[in-house]
């Protein structure tokens, strides 16, 4: 039997980041920048450690809270340099693809991350949660910390989301028409940054990527309304996070896979009605 006391909190932490991700993951989606996501929590991440390196901060002081500070403002501080990074080169004419500047970005991130816990105790154990995270051993703590960080910010983006939708949907129109367009698209990544520091805490890296995208491409796939695209998203992140946690239980096996593996069950349900769609609509031409 299953205790729902024991699952609420990582089902809160989940929902939370379904949220934030699928709306984030629209704008991701529709920009082209696929793995801007995996990018700036490996960023963030790096940030994170090089702090406890640079601070001798140990993972036994970090778990129990105190200098958490300094490891988070190295956190924002990388987001901060990465984001103007993404904003300078999205709005200058460059050879190399941006998503290919994005991807090297985040392999020599991943790599440097790497090479520091390497050095530290436990190191396999801290590259595994960085990937994957603990979500169900999420405390109350994290979850309302993630809760705050998801309101302020989805409280900023629902405030000014013409301007980011505009420069969403056509970039060369928002440079003419918004003042400042790479302030507000530096806020966009900073803002994205922020969030992805707080979930892959709870939720690892590949965890938060599927959150992000996979829900994001399922109602690509079958709406096509900022709002019907939401709800689309919503339904199947936090579908696939209430029956994932369930059978990762039932299974004993980590949640995070399990849950991954359900948005891909997904993913390919909405391909197939998005070609039945396409089908019918044929036919009736």
Same mark, same amino acid.
């Given at each position: !039997?299953?205790?729902?006391?024991?699952?609420?909190?990582?089902?809160?932490?989940?929902?939370?980041?379904?949220?934030?991700?699928?709306?984030?993951?629209?704008?991701?989606?529709?920009?082209?920048?696929?793995?801007?996501?995996?990018? @700036?929590?490996?960023?963030?991440?790096?940030?994170?450690?090089?702090?406890?390196?640079?601070?001798?901060?140990?993972?036994?002081?970090?778990?129990?809270?105190?200098?958490?500070?300094?490891?988070? @403002?190295?956190?924002?501080?990388?987001?901060?340099?990465?984001?103007?990074?993404?904003?300078?080169?999205?709005?200058?004419?460059?050879?190399?693809?941006?998503?290919?500047?994005?991807?090297?970005?985040?392999?020599?991130?991943?790599?440097?991350?790497?090479?520091?816990?390497?050095?530290?105790?436990?190191?396999?154990?801290?590259?595994?949660?960085?990937?994957?995270?603990?979500? !169900?051993?999420?405390?109350?703590?994290?979850?309302?910390?993630?809760?705050?960080?998801?309101?302020?910010?989805?409280?900023?983006?629902?405030?000014?989301?013409?301007?980011?939708? !505009?420069?969403?949907?056509?970039?060369?129109?928002?440079?003419?028409?918004?003042?400042?367009?790479?302030?507000?698209?530096?806020?966009?990544?900073?803002?994205?940054?922020?969030?992805?520091?707080?979930?892959?805490?709870?939720?690892?890296?590949?965890?938060?990527?599927?959150? @992000?995208?996979?829900?994001?491409?399922?109602?690509?796939?079958?709406?096509?309304?900022?709002?019907?695209?939401?709800?689309?998203?919503?339904? !199947?992140?936090?579908?696939?996070?209430?029956?994932?946690?369930?059978?990762?239980?039932?299974?004993?096996?980590?949640?995070?896979?399990?849950?991954?593996?359900?948005?891909?069950?997904?993913?390919?349900?909405?391909?197939?009605?998005?070609?039945?769609?396409?089908?019918?609509?044929?036919?009736?031409?």
């Amino acid at each position: !039997m299953i205790s729902f006391e024991f699952i609420l909190p990582p089902l809160i932490g989940c929902l939370f980041i379904v949220l934030i991700n699928v709306y984030f993951g629209i704008h991701v989606i529709k920009r082209e920048i696929i793995f801007i996501d995996i990018a @700036l929590a490996q960023i963030a991440a790096l940030g994170s450690v090089v702090g406890m390196v640079v601070f001798n901060i140990s993972e036994h002081d970090h778990s129990h809270g105190s200098s958490l500070l300094l490891p988070y @403002l190295f956190s924002l501080g990388f987001i901060s340099i990465a984001s103007y990074a993404f904003t300078t080169l999205k709005h200058r004419k460059i050879l190399i693809p941006l998503e290919a500047l994005i991807g090297i970005a985040y392999a020599v991130a991943t790599t440097l991350a790497v090479i520091v816990l390497d050095k530290s105790a436990g190191s396999d154990v801290h590259v595994h949660d960085m990937l994957v995270g603990t979500i !169900m051993w999420v405390s109350w703590k994290e979850v309302l910390q993630l809760g705050i960080v998801v309101i302020i910010v989805g409280s900023f983006h629902i405030i000014y989301r013409r301007k980011f939708m !505009m420069l969403t949907d056509s970039l060369p129109e928002a440079c003419k028409v918004l003042k400042y367009p790479r302030l507000w698209d530096f806020l966009f990544f900073f803002s994205f940054g922020v969030v992805v520091i707080e979930a892959v805490k709870i939720a690892g890296i590949l965890t938060v990527f599927a959150f @992000l995208v996979i829900p994001a491409a399922i109602s690509t796939f079958v709406q096509r309304s900022w709002t019907a695209k939401l709800i689309t998203g919503w339904i !199947m992140g936090i579908t696939a996070s209430f029956f994932g946690l369930i059978f990762s239980i039932k299974l004993d096996v980590p949640s995070a896979p399990v849950i991954i593996v359900l948005l891909g069950l997904f993913l390919l349900g909405g391909f197939f009605v998005y070609k039945a769609k396409s089908a019918g609509r044929q036919i009736d031409v």
